[in-house]
């Protein structure tokens, strides 16, 4: 992002809501230069990633159960939605943003993007697994070669097969 931002990238891919970082002249310089757009299409058609929001949840094991379930409901109902979008700050709520009120503080071409990819998007952003800490760990092999000055053509090549074959078995897993 503060290659992007320094303007020293062509493009950048990442959260909807890390946009305000390009526009803030104390660490950006392509705040007057920069435009937003849908996700390209590729082979299989515009299908980003969208994850409009992470999620609150209740611990099983709480005791103020009744409490947790009011906080959530002020937290993400639509009023507190319709006041956090309005500020800048993307929301989840198909209602919010049919709001046109709630998307004056986007830029334009921020707002017609992100509502497209809500459209397009697909719910998740990684492939869905029930051993989440095993693929973190293969998928992790690569990044710690590079990092350790290695190399990291024969760990990549390596670790996309072990994950390949993970995600066999992990699948067999769930279905059982």
């Known amino acids: 992002m503060p290659i992007f931002a320094q ?26 230069t920069i435009g937003f757009a849908p996700f390209p299409a590729g082979p299989a058609g515009a299908r ?19 409490d947790a379930w009011e906080f959530i409901r002020w937290a993400a109902g639509p009023e507190m939605s319709t006041e956090l979008q309005s500020a800048g700050i993307p929301g989840a ?17 921020l707002a017609d993007a992100m509502r497209i990819n809500a459209e397009r998007g697909l719910g998740h ?3 869905q697994v029930l051993q989440v ?29 072990e994950f390949a074959e ?6 067999r897993h769930k279905e059982s």
């Not at 970082?21 to 705040?31: M, R």
């Not at 690569?142 to 097969?161: C, F, H, T």
């Open 7 to 32: 303007g020293k990238a062509g493009f950048y891919v990442d959260a909807d809501a890390v946009y305000s970082s390009f526009l803030d002249p104390k660490v950006s310089t392509v705040q007057k």
């Open 48 to 66: 980003p990633h969208n994850i409009p929001s992470w999620s609150l949840g209740i611990n099983t094991f709480s005791r103020l159960r009744d």
């Open 93 to 109: 709520r198909t209602s919010v943003w049919a709001d046109p009120k709630t998307l004056e503080s986007f830029p334009r071409d």
């Open 125 to 127: 952003d990684r492939p």
């Open 133 to 161: 800490g095993r693929a973190r760990d293969i998928v992790g092999r690569p990044l710690v070669a590079g990092i350790l000055g290695e190399q990291v053509g024969p760990v990549a090549r390596d670790a996309d097969a």
């Open 166 to 171: 993970f995600l066999v078995r992990d699948n």
